[in-house]
């Protein structure tokens, strides 16, 4: 998580986290973190320092990507659900919750998603489905977009296919990229006292269970400053709608809603229907009473989305 001192800076961060945003990790100290499923199985053949990925289940395989400075394990009830009728990948992204990261302030996407191309190819069936969360689902659009014949479907969970909207209803990618700029000069900066106090206080508005809230910030203290620089300017200036039209991929965008703390519904509403207007078939679902970890928040609506969506 990013918390950025100025009123303006403050704003804009409130409305990235609230209305769906990145969710933005800092630091570099180690963190505990739980352990990963203990019948997780990683492939022995793919190595890359982009990315890793641990198995579990048998079945049809199905990809999860977590968010930015998210670990894997923010998937692990579903993991644990799925296993039985799924081929569960759960895909560690290089630099964040403890990953290790090599590649200093080098581009981040599109690296990043070259590898799971090559994952895909060669340790799934071909053409999984795919769930990502917040820049996951980015990602996974990215991935849909650049290798149609490699995603069978692909669900969004609380993200958009240009975050840098959030910060006004004019905003391009080449007006937002000085703010771009300013938040990462500000993630190497800052002293890790000042980003703790920061990310708990954001952490607030990304779940509404406390200990689900410090999980995030234990996740980001151990995401490597470099690795969210590198990766949040990516995304705040990537603007996938121009490519929306040509992407035959079914969509389930899955949004949140919550109106103590969260995004209120009609803004919620807004804002997903203008960000996903040009995308066929894409079917949205709002989720109420949920921040922006909807798989946290509320656990029985996601699974009960997923299933639909993996029928």
């Known amino acids: 998580m990013l918390h950025i001192v100025s009123s303006t800076s403050r704003l804009t961060l409130r409305a990235l986290f609230l209305a769906s945003a990145v969710a933005l990790g800092v630091g570099s100290a180690a963190s505990a973190v739980h352990a990963e499923p203990a019948t997780a199985q990683a492939p022995a053949s793919f190595v890359s320092d982009r990315l890793s990925v641990q198995v579990v289940g048998q079945g049809p395989d199905v990809i999860l990507i977590p968010g930015m400075a998210s670990s894997r394990e923010v998937w692990q009830a579903e993991a644990e659900r799925l296993k039985a009728t799924h081929r569960v990948h759960l895909v560690q992204l290089a630099g964040f919750a403890g ?30 489905a795919v ?9 996974g659009l990215m991935l849909a977009q650049q290798h149609p014949d490699r995603v069978d479907r692909l ?20 007006t937002v990229r000085p703010a771009a700029e300013r938040m990462s000069a500000i ?8 980003f703790l106090a920061g990310q708990r206080m954001t952490a607030n508005g990304m779940a509404r269970d406390e200990t689900d809230r410090e999980r995030i910030v234990q996740w980001s203290l151990a995401t490597d400053r470099h690795a969210l620089a590198a990766a949040m300017s990516d995304v705040m200036t990537t603007d996938m709608r121009p490519l929306l039209a040509g992407i035959s991929t079914p969509v389930t965008a899955l949004y949140a809603s919550d109106a103590n703390g969260g995004a209120p519904a009609a803004m919620a509403d807004a804002m997903w229907s203008s960000q996903y207007a040009d995308l066929p078939g894409v079917r949205l679902i709002r989720i109420d009473g949920s921040r ?18 993996l029928k």
Do not use: N
Request: aromatic residues 10%.
């Open 292 to 309: 922006h970890f909807i798989m946290m928040d509320q656990p029985a609506a996601f699974a009960e989305a997923v299933d639909d969506f």
């Open 99 to 128: 990953e290790p990261w090599v590649h200093g302030d080098g581009a981040f996407l599109q690296p990043m998603i070259d590898e799971l191309a090559r994952y895909v190819a060669q340790h799934t069936d071909g053409r999984p």
């Open 155 to 174: 669900m969004s969970v609380d993200s958009l296919p240009f975050f840098g909207a959030l910060m006004g209803p004019t905003a391009t990618v080449e």
């Open 187 to 194: 993630v190497l900066g800052s002293s890790e006292q000042d």
């Open 131 to 139: 769930i990502g969360h917040s820049m996951g689902a980015l990602t």
